[in-house]
Nanobody, 123 residues
């Protein structure tokens, strides 16, 4: 089992920045791809970003490309999502997910999920 805990959410003004963290415990974290998703009420969970096991390769949704950066520190069992130039439409609950299969993650079928952290972008 892998337990995931997100943190770092909050209220920020448009144009501001936040850094989310996804801390893992349990099995060897470096064996897993990790993704970030977000969800607003009444909508399906939306893919945001994914990072491979070593942290070398990443991929992003078009809506966040150039503004968000996903990274990981396997020595700390943590994945980060640096969010810059935030917009009101980035408001959502953000979730991290881990799986050994990257296709499962981008298909919203990751095996392990955190409980989510709320990000609100508003003036």
């Amino acid at each position: 089992q892998v337990q995931l805990v997100e943190s770092g959410g909050g209220l920020v003004q448009p144009g501001g920045s936040l850094r989310l963290s996804c801390a893992a415990s349990g099995r060897t974290f470096s064996n897993y791809y990790v993704g970030w998703f977000r969800q607003t009420p009444g909508k399906e969970r939306e893919f945001v970003a994914i990072i491979n096991k070593s942290g070398v390769n990443t991929n992003y949704a078009d809506s966040v490309k150039g503004r968000f950066t996903i990274s990981r520190d396997n020595s700390k069992n943590t994945v980060y999502l640096q969010m810059n130039s935030l917009k009101p439409e980035d408001t959502a609950v953000y979730y991290c997910t881990a799986d050994g299969d990257p296709i499962a993650i981008v298909s919203t079928r990751g095996h392990f999920w955190g409980q989510g952290t709320q990000v609100t972008v508003s003036s």
